[in-house]
Structures are given as C-alpha cells and as structure tokens.
T-cell receptor
Framework: DTEVTQTPKHLVMGMTNKKSLKCEQH?????MYWYKQKAKKPPELMFV???????INESVPSRFSPECPNSSLLNLHLHALQPEDSALYLC?????????????FGEGSWLTVV | AQTVTQSQPEMSVQEAETVTLSCTYD???????LFWYKQPPSRQMILVIR??????QNATENRFSVNFQKAAKSFSLKISDSQLGDAAMYFC????????????FGGGTRLMVKP
C-alpha cells in the first residue's frame, strides 16, 4: 500500500485545457517531488519542494506549474500542453530534501494529451 | 556528475530460481546511498532495498539482497526463489549525501519470470 496518493490515475486532456494533478502524503515528510516518466525510461526530476517552498525546478516549461498548499499536498497545474507531454507523472516524498532519506513514490498519474 | 549504468536491458528467470541484476555507478563522493526500486505494470515505484555506502555489510530484505562493492562501484541485486510477482522493471538509483542532490536513476532492467 502506498502512502503517497495521486489523483487522478488517468487523465486525457486537449491542448487547450487546464487540468491539475494532485498528490497527498501523510507521513510527515517535508520534501515533495514531481517526476515525469516516459515509457521504458527512468523517471526524470521536474520539481522539488522543501518545507513548502520550491527549491528545484529542472528547467521545466512554464506550461507545468507546481503548487504546494501545505506540507501534505502537492499539485501540478497543467495548461496548454503538447502531445509530447503525454507521460506518467510520479509524485514522491521524503523526510527532507538534504540527506539520503529514502524517496517514496505514489502510483502515478497517466496523462495523455490529445 | 554521477552516472548509474544498468547493462542488462532485459533478464529472465525461471520461477523459484535465483537471478542477479547488475548496476554500476560513477561518483567521486565517499558518502552516498544506493537503492533498488521495482516498477511493476501498475507503474508504482516501490522501494526494494537500500544501502548506505558507509556500511560494509550488504543489505538484505527477505528474498532480496545486494552485493555492494564500494571500490568497484558496483551494486547488484540478487532475487532468490523468484516469484511471478517479481516480474517488473527494476531501477538502480544513487543519491549522494550532499545538500540538494537528488536521485540519479539507471536505465532500468526488465525482469521476466517464467512459470
């Protein structure tokens, strides 16, 4: 059973739509992450939040907009996406950002852009 | 920059047999952590095992164990008594003990388990 919960599990959106992916963890972790994963590839880091502040943005296009409303929630707002943005989006969390704490992943949100 | 290499894109094993997945990494750091994650078709990344580089003893978790060779920068995963549920993509990952450094993943190994 995962302790990082992501919704929705599947999302199909048009290139002009605005949608959001949501992530929640109840482990008291203070670091949360968004990863993007294409088929048969390892996950690629997109954003890192540490104590609810954005600490790393891996040069992600502005059509992806992260938000951390509180220490348990992480959102990824999507707008004007391209078909090549179709991928599995994984949320993850760890006790904190700056040590070797294990990073725990959610089940992912599969996004298809049409 | 750190790199993680998994040289076996695919492996297969007979049910109940043992299989070893290879992983090598490149780093100039002395303190770091290594992980094996499993990703079944459900796509959730599940932690299998974790190794701290300062520990000489190899980590074990039930049927899963690692062979950690720090000098050789090698971190292989052994799965004993393979089960059908072990079929998945396995990713080796490295994380240094430095501020702000994140996980670096290998390219993955797809493990198939034959009944």
């Amino acid at each position: 059973d995962t302790e990082v919960t992501q919704t929705p599990k599947h999302l199909v959106m048009g290139m002009t739509n605005k949608k959001s992916l949501k992530c929640e963890q109840h482990m008291g972790h203070r670091a949360m992450y968004w990863y993007k994963q294409k088929a048969k590839k390892p996950p690629e880091l997109m954003f890192v939040y540490s104590y609810e502040k954005l600490s790393i943005n891996e040069s992600v296009p502005s059509r992806f907009s992260p938000e951390c409303p509180n220490s348990s929630l992480l959102n990824l707002h999507l707008h004007a996406l391209q078909p090549e943005d179709s991928a599995l989006y994984l949320c993850a969390s760890s006790q904190d950002r700056d040590t070797g704490n294990t990073i725990y992943f959610g089940e992912g949100s599969w996004l298809t852009v049409v | 920059a750190q790199t993680v290499t998994q040289s076996q894109p695919e492996m297969s094993v007979q049910e109940a047999e043992t299989v070893t997945l290879s992983c090598t990494y490149d780093t100039s750091e002395s303190d770091y952590y290594l992980f094996w994650y499993k990703q079944p078709p459900s796509r959730q990344m599940i932690l299998v095992i974790r190794q701290e580089a300062y520990k000489q003893q190899n980590a074990t978790e039930n049927r899963f164990s690692v062979n950690f060779q720090k000098a050789a920068k090698s971190f292989s995963l052994k799965i004993s008594d393979s089960q059908l549920g072990d079929a998945a993509m396995y990713f080796c990952a490295y994380r240094p003990y430095l501020v702000g450094n994140m996980l670096t993943f290998g390219g993955g190994t797809r493990l198939m388990v034959k009944p």
